[in-house]
């Protein structure tokens, strides 16, 4: 199929942009990587008035690495992201997660930014901005705004970006020095959209965790985070082995069921989503702990 009409506009200065952006509101549509959204314009599934092309748009491709987060404009590749050396010291689950967004073709081309205003729950990045307690700056020709992300994902594809803003840059956090992380994910055949994925944060201090966070794909609805330090309370993650502890897995999984909340799709039931969560958190807790012996299906 092909769009409907639209009147294509491609400014070179953000002023512009963002002038023709107020102009147009809720007839206008911001075209980053156009991964997402031209295949939404060919199914007739939006039909916006005018496009608002920002690839022209000087300074929104840089990536910034400062003491406490990785700074990612809108017109930065996954593909850039990917291998950007620092922003993968600085903040290893952007590299973990995005070798997991579809194939390098898209990589290329589709942009972090677009990814989180698609607002997918199945995307990747949404989850890794949630669990690095990440926050979009957004611009509009009345001034400037930042959203945190449980501010930015209102709903299943739908975040708070008002039709005459721009998101101009993603602000990954970054975790204390110690921080271990790790991101796994079931699909189908490898770059197709996970059936469920999972992100890890630990960090373990005289056995005890003292940061323990995760994040979920696909199995919440908006990216949302589980602090597991609760339920890690009382295990001595020092121990050899600690993850294959049948108490911890126990309390790991009703914790992990507790929080999710999958739906059925042609892909999947809800009950093998919330499953694969419990498996991927078991897992991802036991390689980080040094361990690869415990995973839930042993049982
Ligand atoms: C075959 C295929 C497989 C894919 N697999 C995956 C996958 O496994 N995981 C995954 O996460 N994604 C996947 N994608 C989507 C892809 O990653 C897109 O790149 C991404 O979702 C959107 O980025 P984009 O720059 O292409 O945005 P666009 O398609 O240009 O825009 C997407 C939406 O965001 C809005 N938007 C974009 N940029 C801005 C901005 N700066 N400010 C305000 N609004 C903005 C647009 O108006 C539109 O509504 C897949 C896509 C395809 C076609």
Redesign the pocket.
Known sequence: MKPAPFVYHAPRELEEALGLLAEHGHEG???????????VLNMRLAAPAHLVD?NRLPGLDRVEVTDDAVRVG?LVR?ADLLAHEGAAAAQPLLRQALR???HPV?RN???V???L??A?P????PAILAITDGSVQLRSRGGERTLSCQEFFVGPMECA?EPEE??VVAVFGRFPAGTRTAFTETARRH???AVAGTALALRVEDGRATLARVSYVSVTEVPAVLDLVPTLEGHDLGTPGAAADRALQDALADAVAAFVEPGDDIHASADYRRHLAVVQTTRLLAELLGSTAATTEEN
């Open positions: 549509k911001v075209l980053a990587g156009g991964q997402s959204l031209v295949p920002i809108a996954h997991h967004v579809a898209i081309r589709g942009t930014v677009g990814s205003a698609h997918d199945s995307g990747e990045l970006v721009l998101a770059g197709d959209y």
